[in-house]
């Protein structure tokens, strides 16, 4: 069910520009003003997810450790598993951003008879690494329609990436091969592994459709159905100079629905699970030292709380006390002291 | 908000990242390169669409059927036969590889291999 619905959507949004382009002839619609609005949309609901996490108090300190915390001067810890100050929790960070440190210790779990057997599974970080990395070069390689001159650090990285001339012209793109395999994996992985499938919902198959959708496009363009690359860096260069204008030569239509399901992406990123990008830094999990001890952290929406000092709690049982033969601490500090509720502060009342 | 500085800078950061088209392009934008076509002729072998796109596939199966094939007639759509020869057929007309083929070779940055063999006119000349 989830998968057929989020592949007919998926299917709807591969339509539209295909009529919108193909048939109504609306090149302005689709190649300048949803590809700018999308973009804000992008932007904006990123900057929303941010002041939104960041606004959320944090009651407690809890980074999830798995190595010696800090203590004795001569118990060794481990720096990276309990990170004690800023610049160990920002290794740990860059480790776990840039490789997926934890995703590494994924295991999997399987019945053999009546027993759990836990085991090694690198796999889903394979994929994952695969297609993130992948997906990032090929956003950065993408700049090369978006600037001219094109600086030489970009051009250095397309050629690095279209080095292998063996398959024909024009030579096959490295990451183009790697996604589409870390692709199919982390899709196929949800759709064969039953227990995956089980808790998979349409949310976890629209993005991957919907990525797929948009390398599956861009590399028919690049090997098959030919555009005009010309005519599109006319356009998008456009784009990135504000002085955007539809090329006189026709391009296909394949582009609008490449350019529309990335407009689409950018849409959607913000308001869905492809936030992790933002969500990854804002995990307490993850960014916070672990250093309970040392450090008090103070649940920011603590207020002061109404007590009583003893001296005070002895002054008001002072003669049950005394009938018990409890002995009575005369020298029990008397402090003033305001009292408060949530509804704010008051003056000492007489108990 | 709680980490106010450390938040702003994350959203400048992103913010940069995500628009760095256009602070790459910030005051050395040059004009786009038009290729300079030939003057005597009105068309090429194929319609100016089909050639535009699909010219580096056309090159491709050209070197396949003369190289491996020994086929060196073409075909055009509109039934008109060419020889398959990129210097002698195409640089014909755009004989001048600086100003035609690089001027969007570089535009678009791509890497065409094809004079790793072929020579193109104005080179030649520079050798004769």
């Known amino acids: ?351 | 908000m709680y980490n106010a500085g450390k938040v702003i800078v994350f959203i400048v950061v992103l913010i940069v990242f995500f628009t760095i088209p256009m602070w790459l392009n910030f005051g050395r934008v040059e004009a786009i390169p038009q290729p300079e076509l030939p003057k005597d002729k009105a068309k090429c072998i194929e319609s100016k669409e089909y050639m535009r796109a699909y010219h580096m596939k056309l090159l491709d199966d050209w070197r396949k059927q003369a190289i491996r094939e020994n086929k060196h007639v073409y075909v055009a759509k509109d039934g008109e036969k060419y020889f398959i020869n990129l210097q002698k057929t195409c640089m014909k007309c755009h004989n001048n590889k600086e100003k035609f083929c690089d001027s969007c070779h570089n535009f678009v940055v791509t890497h065409p291999d094809c004079w790793s063999c072929h020579i193109a006119p104005e080179v030649a000349e520079k050798w004769q």
């Open chain 1, 1 to 351: 069910m989830n998968v057929g619905w989020s592949f007919l959507i998926f299917l709807v949004l591969l339509l539209i520009p295909w009529v919108g382009v193909g048939v109504l002839g609306l090149q302005g619609l689709f190649a300048i003003v949803i590809p700018y609005v999308c973009f804000l949309v992008f932007v904006i609901g990123l900057i929303y997810r941010i002041l939104n996490w960041a606004k959320s108090p944090q009651p407690f300190k809890i980074p999830t450790t798995c190595g010696q915390q800090k203590s004795l001067p001569w118990i060794k810890y481990s720096r990276l598993e309990s990170p004690f100050n800023t610049f160990e929790v920002v290794l740990r960070m860059v480790l776990e951003v840039l490789f997926f440190r934890s995703l590494f210790r994924n295991l999997r779990a399987d019945l053999q008879g009546k027993k759990l057997i836990y085991g090694s599974a690198k796999w889903l970080w394979l994929g994952a690494i695969l297609f993130h990395w992948s997906f990032l070069i090929i956003l950065i390689r993408h700049l090369r329609l978006f600037t001219n001159p094109v600086p030489s650090v970009i051009q250095f990285l397309d050629y690095m990436d279209s080095f292998i001339h063996s398959f024909g012209v024009p030579p096959v793109y490295i990451t183009d091969i790697l996604i589409i395999a870390g692709l199919s994996f982390l899709l196929l992985r949800r759709l064969v592994d039953a227990k995956v499938s089980y808790i998979s919902h349409g949310s976890d198959y629209f993005p991957l459709f919907l990525i797929l959708g948009i390398v599956i496009t861009g590399v028919l363009m690049r090997y098959n159905l030919k555009v005009d690359v010309y005519a599109i860096k006319q356009l998008t260069l456009g784009l990135a100079t504000f002085k955007p204008v539809v090329p006189e030569v026709k391009i296909g239509t394949i582009f609008y629905v490449h350019l529309f399901l990335v407009s689409v992406l950018a849409a959607y990123f913000p308001f869905s699970k492809l936030a992790h990008m933002i969500g990854v830094f804002f995990s307490p999990t993850r960014n916070m030292p672990n250093n309970n001890r040392a450090d008090m952290h103070v649940n920011p929406w603590n207020y002061p709380v109404k007590h009583l000092t003893y001296a005070e709690w002895q002054e008001r049982f002072r003669e049950p006390m005394e009938n018990a033969g409890i002995p009575i601490d005369e020298e029990a500090e008397k402090e003033e002291h305001e009292w408060y509720t949530i509804y704010g502060p008051n003056k000492n009342l007489n108990l």
